[in-house]
T-cell receptor, first 112, second 113 residues
Framework: GENVEQHPSTLSVQEGDSAVIKCTYS??????FPWYKQELGKRPQLIID?????GEKKDQRIAVTLNKTAKHFSLHITETQPEDSAVYFC???????????FGKGTHLIIQP | EAQVTQNPRYLITVTGKKLTVTCSQN?????MSWYRQDPGLGLRQIYY???????DKGDVPEGYKVSRKEKRNFPLILESPSPNQTSLYFC????????????FGPGTRLTVT
């Protein structure tokens, strides 16, 4: 089955700087790559996703890039703010019944 | 309001005492899943259901059962809980399998002593 590796496990950045979280996947059939954000004590929520026919997608301060040849995708957050502090999960799916395979998560800490 | 609900939100129980965690969604979603979240291990899928009466094992199904008798409900059953099932559990639903947003419930924190 699919295996998703996520790095780093913890990322600390100064407020206003950029943050990048990287994921690699193993199944070349995967073609859907969402990112979920989980604030402390809350449920995971989708923040952005990308499909394999697109190389990059942006939504205000967040962007996701996909390299299907190398089987990796990344989340970029620019001009980080305190409310960006959370755990971020990447995931991959080939569209089958088993749904999403998640990475282990990255704890993003925004330093004031 | 579109939502996924879970009950109970917190549960402390003893080894071997059967329990059920309920999950309900009001979005008419076909696809529902159960995950467990453990520190350093991320979200791991326990069971999933593509529709009524259609369920299958995820990555970590041992010690769990599910049923899907109605489209809106997907309960998780622990017939004989053990301490290694102490975890944070999330139910999720999506319109269909595949490339659709998963909506998560608020979570159930289970402690088995």
């Amino acid at each position: 089955g699919e295996n998703v590796e996520q790095h780093p496990s913890t990322l600390s950045v100064q407020e206003g700087d950029s943050a990048v979280i990287k994921c690699t996947y193993s199944d070349s059939a995967s073609n859907y790559f969402p990112w979920y954000k989980q604030e402390l004590g809350k449920r995971p929520q989708l923040i952005i996703d990308i499909r394999s026919n697109v190389g990059e997608k942006k939504d205000q301060r967040i962007a996701v890039t996909l390299n299907k040849t190398a089987k990796h995708f990344s989340l970029h957050i620019t001009e980080t703010q305190p409310e960006d502090s959370a755990v971020y999960f990447c995931a991959a799916s080939w569209g089958g019944a088993d749904g999403l395979t998640f990475g282990k998560g990255t704890h993003l800490i925004i330093q004031p | 309001e579109a939502q996924v609900t879970q009950n109970p939100r917190y549960l402390i129980t003893v080894t071997g005492k059967k329990l059920t965690v309920t999950c309900s969604q009001n979005m008419n979603h076909e696809y529902m899943s159960w995950y467990r979240q453990d520190p350093g291990l991320g979200l791991r899928q326990i069971y999933y259901s593509m529709n009524v009466e259609v369920t299958d094992k995820g990555d970590v199904p041992e010690g769990y059962k599910v049923s899907r008798k109605e489209k809106r409900n997907f309960p998780l059953i622990l017939e004989s809980p053990s301490p290694n099932q102490t975890s944070l559990y999330f139910c999720a639903s999506s319109r269909e399998q595949g490339f659709y947003e998963q909506y998560f419930g608020p979570g159930t924190r289970l402690t088995v002593t």
